[in-house]
């Protein structure tokens, strides 16, 4: 099982990027696809979560209005679309599949990608 998140860098604060989250090794259309992300010195945090089954998101409130998820199931990858980017969105972001919404719940993370966002 492998999830394989890329799409970082650096933008200044105001930017967008987007984030992909490529899925392989087994079928994700029962997991709730996540991103989460963790700055230098804080814990990890939830940011976004899509459902495979249902056309059903659910956002942290720092990115909401700001943060689209979306998924493309014959590509079997999940994007995070990241606009207005604050400062304070800086964290190496991950994806992950699980149960829910917390890392608790995470059965499978990917590899991190940075973003950095310039005042």
């Known amino acids: 099982v492998q999830l394989q998140a890329f799409g970082g860098g650096l933008v200044q604060a105001g930017g967008s990027l987007r984030l992909s989250c490529a899925a392989s090794?087994?079928?994700?259309?029962?997991?709730?696809m996540d991103w989460f992300r963790q700055a230098p010195g804080k814990e990890r945090e939830f940011v976004a979560a899509?459902?495979?089954?249902?056309?059903?998101?659910y956002y942290a409130d720092s990115v909401k209005g700001r943060f689209t998820i979306s998924r493309d199931n014959a590509k079997n990858t999940v994007y995070l679309q990241m606009n207005m980017l604050k400062p304070e969105d800086t964290a190496v972001y991950y994806c992950?599949?699980?149960?829910?919404?917390?890392?608790?719940?995470?059965?499978?993370w990917g590899q991190g990608t940075q973003v950095t966002v310039s005042s």
């Open positions: 899509i459902w495979w089954s249902a056309d059903s998101t």
């Open positions: 090794g087994r079928t994700f259309s029962n997991y709730v």
């Open positions: 992950a599949a699980g149960r829910g919404v917390v890392a608790g719940a995470v059965a499978y």
